[in-house]
């Protein structure tokens, strides 16, 4: 079933987006009051979203060049790798 949204004017019903029938099909109008109107849902991220968030907000400038090759250095101080 396919939902359209539209107004009423003058006892014709105006859609507000366009619509893809065959002519003479069937349609079912539903007039809702406007305080009832359904309300857009929020955008809800995905958790793909939500993981590249906490990616972005968890970076730290540390100011070192060479963290990700020689971090084993840092974390542990074993000597450095050679390049």
Sequence with gaps: ML????TFQNGVIHPTE???GREGQSVIIVFVD??????????QDSDWDKLRQLIKDSQVDTGIDDLAHQHDYYLYGTPKREK
């Design 3 to 6: 939902s359209v949204k539209g």
């Design 18 to 20: 366009p619509i893809e």
């Design 34 to 43: 406007d305080d009832q109107a359904p309300q857009a849902a929020p955008k």
